[in-house]
């Protein structure tokens, strides 16, 4: 079809295409009396032309919508009208609804007219014709801002019942807009489908709806999802929940005058809930809140934040909003806080530079105006700020006060922009300000309390956390840390913290990652007067920021173990302390507590100071910081010995009930060793877990320890496990159960002079006593014995062998112990007597290569030295050597002890003394030799007398000690044989008749052999009871020298 502008005729209506509707006489519709065929192939044939017109059943329901905004229902205002013509509306105030002009009418024929409605509350536009035929219902968002050929959502239309965008113009310098349409601005002005403009704009814009369809209105109206949007605000209006009003802007074209970042600190204007009063704030700065609302005067556009959300410095960085006007579920917006622009923060319902033109601004400061503030605060009523301590702000604030219970408020900074004047590194030792005053700096010292947790906290109690005191002590630098509890989480987490050697202002104890928090206003504390971010997006917004300590339940059962030391009771005994600074202790004994220095002030002590203790009966240490909250018990045997990052075993600890091993260091050429740790030696240096070092050493390995838990003590005790242990030692020392003390080496770093190899020979020194300093001995060759007893000279360690045991040759050999410290049955060690060796024997409590490292070896000679002695002899009051005759031995002796007394018709006749040959005799026990001097069974020289021509039928060959001893007769001794079988009566070892293997040949000028069991197995392990012709090696070393020599006796 045709409808030209400038062609009168038209429109053209046809029932076909025009061109052959002319010719075939379809054409139904012409103007301005046109002819030609156009008319007389229709006119004269079909009886002329009409025109209806109605409202069709569509149209009218199209109408609905819009009847019943021009009948004043759903809640529709009307607001503005234009008449039928060739003009658009007179306004020019782009519908922000600020201009009125003309008088409302009720006809759509009225002149134009329009009221004011920029304080209306509304959330909707209608734009219809005045026939109700073209209409829109749209968000007064989508109205507002400002665009050019932009794409707006519309609710519905009289095209369709669904949302859809279409493409309309709000631009700020063309009086004509806004330009709202059906469809796309571009194909409605030529569709008749404009629905508004403005400034009595006209052309076709107008003249193809405004002229045709009885021309347009405005209605407004606020929805219900509108007024539940306003709730939230409108409570904030009433001063409900807890909100307050703090700051307002009236409707206008510029923002808030404030330039103080939110901060509170503005006051201007005169406090009015009047909305339209001029530009007003109030300080706030001083109360306590942790929530922010912004909003628009009308309601209609709002958001609630934290106030953590609003503060700190961010640029166009995405920040946390609790809810607003478009979501009541949390979500995210970029904003603006910079630290240099006076306009700022921007808070905005969505990311700022869609806010801008979307009119979702909802705070600016200095005054600034552009778009920024005439697409919201223009035409949203103004805007307003409001403050409040939410329900979960209040709960925080309550727990953390609650929280304060038990605990003491030692350190204290104000409000302001730099932090604690500190430069202690929160160890306590420093004093300034007057301790409870709010409005100064101050801290009392608590480096000498016992206290294991921290609250750092907010002036307000808003941001808090709580953490145990091994976590801030130490050296880190961006380093995982833990915290129990705090304003964030009720459960232990991690955050990266700073605690540098060199950086006065450290440690730096944050909500979360350092990075993070300095960023988020999230520090809690800092020293040196520090200043920055970190302390003003804090401290001025929080009310400062405080230190709390206590000592924690759990802290005082920590303590128990210590306390007990602490106090004197358990049989605890302090010999050294070092007390709070940076150097450990003095002394240079390795522990063995032969240092002496200081005077003892007991355990709080701010001086080092030392007893001796190396002559203490004692088999357990304590080490414990002077706050006991870190303590440690290990058995002395633990300690001594020589290890290089080597584990020992903890018996309990305050970090463990139960044993566990820990790497420490105690090496011969390190002065400051040994390292006693909680932990690994390397972990615990980082960790504040060293509990002693000597030679004055510093480093990290005290300054993470003595300054924060006001120094370290050494207790040592004789733990009553031990009692029980030393029992046989203790009997032995004061000469019970027959034990006679036969020699002793003092403490110090050589073993006994002797080179006797422990056949009791050798005299020296003068006899003083199991406690001596000075090495003696007495000879005890000739005292009858069976039995050893080995101990240190404190009686932890101890053994109990058989004279047989230790009187042989033997190399890395299996030795039996009848009973020992360790266990009270008998087992076997390897040992060491070696005929050319002097130092031998090597008396161990276990296997010697294992003994000699861990300090378990009981006796060496010659003065040997090396760890052998230095493991032992410093460290347990040196050691000493007891013989007894045993019970069953006194039993076992009977025969052999009523024949030296000439009983039971027995008669000497022979013997050799101690030495390492046996009998000079070459008579082969016929009795035909004579020599020597008869001097009795304990003679030292060797002597026979003539017993050829005596009646007799037995024979008794004992040791001179009587501790080996076997009868036989006469004739299963005096024949010829060659490792032959020969009764036995019987002997020390068996009551019943036996045989053995002895030898006695013609032509062996020894023989005979006569031994306690076969010859091969008697000669090994010094059961040989006679030999002649003087012969020597082991057959007499292993018994003659040890057991007093040997006789021989006869009877009848």
């Known amino acids: 079809w045709y409808r030209r502008t400038n062609n009168r005729e038209d429109p053209w209506i046809t029932l076909h295409d025009h061109s052959g509707s002319v010719r075939d006489g379809e054409v139904l519709y012409g103007e301005n009396k046109f002819g030609n065929i156009h008319a007389s192939n229709v006119l004269p044939v079909n009886n002329g032309a009409n025109v209806w017109i109605r409202l069709s059943t569509e149209g009218t329901k199209a109408r609905q919508r819009c009847q019943a905004a021009r009948d004043g229902e759903d809640g529709w205002t009307w607001v503005r009208h234009v008449p039928s013509g060739d003009k658009w509306h007179p306004a020019k105030d782009q519908l922000t609804g600020s201009e009125a002009y003309g008088s409302k009418g009720t006809q759509s024929s009225d002149p134009a007219w329009s009221i004011k409605f920029d304080s209306i509350d509304f959330d909707e536009f209608m734009f219809a014709t005045g026939d109700c035929q073209k209409w829109m219902r749209v968000k007064k968002d989508q109205v507002y801002g400002w665009y050019s050929n932009a794409q707006r959502e519309v609710e519905e239309s009289s095209t369709s019942e669904r949302p859809y965008k279409a493409r309309w113009y709000r631009r700020a310098n063309n009086r004509e807009d806004p330009w709202i349409t059906l469809r796309d601005h571009s194909t409605s002005v030529k569709e008749g489908e404009v629905l508004y403009g403005e400034n009595n704009f006209g052309n076709i814009h107008a003249s193809n709806v405004v002229a045709v369809n009885n021309g347009a209105n405005v209605w407004i109206r606020l929805t219900d999802h509108g007024e539940k949007v306003k709730e939230r605000c409108e409570e904030a209006k009433k001063g409900m929940a807890g909100w307050q009003l703090v700051r307002h802007v009236p409707a206008g074209h510029v923002w808030h005058p404030a330039t103080d970042k939110l901060m509170g600190s503005d006051v201007y204007g005169k406090e009015s809930h009047d909305e339209a009063a001029p530009a007003w704030s109030i300080r706030f700065e001083n109360i306590n809140y942790d929530e922010f609302m912004f909003a628009t005067g009308d309601c209609q556009k709002w958001l609630v934040a934290k106030k953590d959300a609003v503060f700190g410095w961010y640029s166009n960085n995405p920040r946390d909003i609790v809810e607003s006007s478009i979501s009541n579920k949390p979500y995210k917006a970029r904003w603006y806080r910079r630290a240099n622009n006076k306009e700022d923060p921007w808070i905005s319902i969505t990311d700022h530079s869609a806010a801008v033109h979307a009119g979702e601004i909802v705070y600016g400061a200095n005054s600034f105006g552009n778009v920024h503030a005439s697409n919201v605060v223009a035409v949203h009523n103004g805007a307003d700020v409001y403050v409040r301590l939410s329900p979960d702000g209040a709960a925080a604030e309550a727990k953390c006060n609650k929280m ?188 063995i507590g032969s240092d002496v220095y200081g005077s003892p002030e007991g355990f709080n002590s701010t001086k080092a100071w030392s007893v001796p203790f190396n002559t203490l009966d004692y088999d357990e240490f304590m080490f414990a910081t002077g706050d006991c909250l870190k303590w440690l018990i290990t058995k002395k045997d633990t300690v001594f010995a020589w290890y290089s990052n080597g584990h020992r075993t903890i018996e309990s600890s305050s970090a463990s009930d139960q044993p566990y091993q820990a790497r420490w260091y105690r090496r011969t050429n390190n002065r400051e060793d040994p390292w006693i740790t909680l932990h690994d030696h390397s972990g615990s240096v980082r960790d504040g877990e060293v509990l002693y070092g000597e030679n004055k050493f510093g480093n990290i390995h005290a300054s993470n320890v003595l300054p924060v838990n006001n120094g370290a003590n050494v207790y040592v005790r004789l733990s009553s496990g031990a009692n029980k242990v030393q029992g046989p030692c203790r009997g032995a020392a004061a000469g019970e159960d027959g034990w006679k003390l036969v020699r002793r080496v003092g403490p110090g770093y050589k073993w006994h002079p002797a080179t006797d190899q422990l056949t009791g020979t050798d005299l020296y020194g003068t006899k003083a006593g199991p406690n001596s300093s000075s090495a003696w001995s007495i000879p005890f060759n000739t005292v009858d014995y069976d039995e050893f007893m080995f101990t240190t000279g404190d009686c932890s360690k101890w053994l109990v062998t058989k004279k047989d045991t230790v009187l042989q040759w033997y190399s890395n050999g299996h030795r039996q112990i009848e009973s020992s410290s360790i266990s009270d049955k008998p087992y076997e060690a390897r040992w060491y007597r070696r005929t050319n060796n002097k130092e031998d024997p090597w008396i161990t409590l276990r296997d010697h290569s294992t003994s000699v490292p861990v300090g378990e070896v009981l006796y060496g000679e010659n003065k040997f030295g090396n760890v052998h002695a230095g493991n032992v002899l410093p460290a347990y009051n040196g050691a000493n050597v007891y013989v007894r005759l045993s019970a069953d031995a006194n039993a076992v002796q009977g025969p052999c002890r009523e024949a030296a007394a000439g009983k039971a018709g027995w008669k000497l006749v022979r013997r050799v003394g101690p030495g390492y040959k046996w009998h000079p005799a070459t008579d082969q026990l016929l009795g035909t030799d004579e020599y020597g001097t008869p001097a009795g069974p304990q003679a030292a020289e060797a002597f026979s007398v003539k017993f050829d021509d005596q009646d007799f039928k037995e024979f008794m060959f004992t040791t001179g000690d009587c501790s080996k001893w076997l009868i036989a007769t006469k004739e299963s001794v005096l024949d010829w044989y060659s490792n032959a079988n020969r009764q036995i009566e019987s002997s020390s070892i068996s009551g019943k008749p036996y045989t053995a293997r002895w030898y006695r040949r013609t032509n062996n000028k020894e023989d005979p052999w006569i031994t306690l069991r076969d010859h091969s197995t008697s000669v090994r392990v010094g059961e040989v009871l006679y030999g002649e012709n003087n012969f020597g090696n082991i057959h007499a070393s292993y018994v003659l020298p040890a057991y007093n020599g040997a006789n021989v006796y006869i009877r009848s």
């Not at 003491?408 to 932090?419: A, I, K, N, Q, Y």
């Open 404 to 591: 304060h219970d038990g605990w003491s408020l030692v350190r204290h900074v104000p409000p302001g922009l730099s932090w604690h004047p500190a430069e202690d590194q929160l160890i306590g030792a420093e004093v300034y300000g007057p301790a409870g005053d709010a409005d100064k700096a101050w801290t009392v010292r608590w480096d000498q309390r016992d206290y294991d947790e921290f609250i750092f906290s907010t002036g307000d109690c808003q941001k808090w956390l709580m953490t145990k005191k091994s976590q801030v002590f130490g050296w880190y630098s961006n380093t995982d840390r833990q915290i129990e509890a705090s304003s964030l989480s009720d459960r232990p987490y991690e955050a990266r913290w700073y605690r540098r050697a060199n950086n006065k202002e450290d440690p730096w104890i944050t909500l979360r990652d350092h990075s993070e928090s300095v960023r988020d206003g999230e520090v809690m504390y800092g020293e040196d007067k520090f200043g920055n971010i970190h302390a003003s997006n804090v401290l001025p917004i929080h009310n400062g920021a405080d230190v709390w300590m206590r000592l924690s339940e759990e802290g005082r059962k920590q303590q128990e173990g210590c306390l007990a030391a602490r106090e004197g009771r358990d049989g605890w005994q302090l010999v050294r302390r070092v007390g709070p600074g940076h150097m450990w202790h003095p002394a240079t004994d390795q522990l």
